[in-house]
């Protein structure tokens, strides 16, 4: 005689039997869990060019927006929303020690549903990127009271699969675990925080639960208290005195009542020039020399990146130091952390496409489609297409390096329909220079600093459209009174 087993190769009463039972412990003993369904991303009717970033005709959850990050920015959840029976194991206020430092997290949940209630109500079984809602936890004692109404709890589905308890003696699986953290103010779940919340006129989720604004104010406090803790980079020298001395041979003091040092002396060092002459000495401020200067005066350059300090020793102008010291806030354009970490600037190829100095991970590793040369061929019985400029001269790329004060003079010719003007679309000119609307570039080179690179594009404009063309040119500093040069006078 055989073994008596409740296993079946289909499931028959048995598995019905203990599925009843089941639903109905579930249904009794659980708490009611509100769900809102994530149908998946949003449809797009236009082909992108970025392999990484599919098009799809049809709305499914299995869509993936971002292949490269494997990621769903944009989610879009159905209106309806599904009442379910779950239950749910409360979190104590302990601390768990199997998980330490970083790593400890007291808001996850795990949440078990009836597996065939749940797909006969919603179509198909709870997965990552649902959101449920509990009634059970609204907080009708807020400390807050300016929120006009009790707020419900939001978690997020991370994962789920079937639970080891869920298992009758057929062996087959009765109940559907989940795993979930509590929502947060982001991208994925803007379709439902921008929802307005009923009794509360013209507010919205986003606005009851986020924090957002809340930590951006903190973080703006922090940033202005270590402003005015450390307003600058480097050191601070401006309390320090500075003996005056002749700047001869054997070293001699000169009059500090009538005379100005030539130097920082030992206050000179790493990211101590401030713009300021020492101990204390009046700074004329400009892009150019003061007029009738005196034997001591000192001068800050504004034309100079970083500004320069100079000291005019009775024939000439030496220099003393650059302003090193900058806000350490990004946004001055002094530092690094605007040229490099905050860089928004475009570099122009010579094939006249635009490319982003900083580049994030994600486009830098972007897959993108070849150019692919197409002809087409314009009907006898229509229209050719109007025809942009065409650009002459000069070629696109490099015009030239050149120093500092030299006169420039360029043509730029396109041809085209009508009368075609000329103007700058993106970048930067040297400074000195300006470009007419005939086309013509000239000036004279403004000093710098530092050796240039300037980049820009010039588009021409006629009747019929626009052309675009890249450039750049180099300006060289020309210091004749470097620090090298001027080494004796300091």
Not at 174 to 179: C, D, E, G
Not at 293 to 304: I, Q, V
């Amino acid at each position: 005689m055989p073994r008596l087993s409740l296993y079946q190769a289909n499931r028959n009463n048995d598995y019905t039997f203990f599925d009843r039972l089941v639903s109905e412990q579930m249904t009794l003993g659980a708490t009611a869990i509100m769900i809102h369904k994530y149908l998946g991303t949003p449809k797009s009717t236009v082909d992108s060019d970025d392999l990484s970033q599919p098009s799809y005709n049809t709305q499914s959850e299995l869509n993936i927006q971002d292949l490269l990050l494997l990621e769903n920015r944009d989610r879009v959840y159905e209106e309806d929303v599904y009442e379910l029976r779950g239950h749910y194991t409360v979190p104590d206020m302990d601390m768990s020690n199997e998980q330490f430092g970083l790593f400890i997290s007291n808001e996850n949940l795990n949440f078990v549903f009836h597996l065939n209630d749940m797909v006969e109500r919603m179509g198909r079984k709870i997965m990552p990127g649902d959101v449920l809602e509990l009634p059970h936890l609204t907080d009708f004692w807020a400390l807050d009271d300016s929120v006009p109404v009790a707020l419900k709890r939001y978690y997020v589905v991370e994962d789920a699969s079937r639970a080891g308890e869920g298992y009758s003696p057929t062996w087959y699986p009765h109940l559907w675990r989940v795993r979930v953290k509590p929502m947060v103010d982001s991208q994925e779940y803007s379709q439902i925080l921008d929802k307005i919340v009923d009794g509360t006129g013209n507010e919205s989720l986003r606005d009851l639960l986020s924090v957002y604004n809340q930590e951006l104010a903190n973080n703006q406090a922090v940033v202005a208290q270590a402003e005015e803790e450390v307003p600058a980079s480097g050191y601070d020298t401006s309390q320090l005195y500075v003996i005056p001395s002749t700047g001869e041979t054997p070293f001699e003091y000169a009059d500090p009542e009538s005379d100005t040092p030539v130097a920082n002396g030992w206050t000179d060092g790493y990211l101590t020039g401030d713009g300021l002459a020492p101990n204390g000495h009046n700074v004329t401020s400009g892009t150019t020399f003061p007029d009738s200067p005196s034997d001591g005066d000192y001068a800050l350059r504004l034309d100079y990146l970083p500004n320069r300090l100079f000291r005019y020793n009775g024939t000439r102008w030496v220099k003393v130091e650059n302003m090193e010291r900058t806000s350490l806030t990004p946004g001055d354009g002094q530092t690094q952390r605007d040229t490099f970490v905050n860089n928004t600037n475009i570099t122009f190829t010579d094939d006249n496409r635009q490319i982003d100095e900083r580049v994030s991970l994600h486009e830098a590793l972007s897959l993108q489609i070849d150019a692919v040369s197409t002809s087409s061929t314009v009907s006898a019985n229509t229209d050719p297409t109007p025809t942009r400029p065409v650009w002459s001269s000069p070629d696109a790329g490099d015009l030239g390096t050149f120093s500092e004060a030299a006169a420039y003079s360029k043509t730029f010719v396109a041809s085209g329909t009508g009368t075609i003007t000329y103007s700058v679309i993106t970048g930067t000119l040297p400074g000195g220079l300006t470009l007419s609307s005939n086309g013509v570039l000239s000036g004279t080179f403004a000093q710098v600093s530092v050796n240039t690179v300037y980049q820009f594009a010039i588009r021409a404009t006629d009747d019929n459209g626009t052309a675009d063309r890249s450039f750049r040119i180099t300006v060289n500093d020309y210091n004749p009174f470097s620090s090298e040069f001027s080494s004796e006078f300091n």
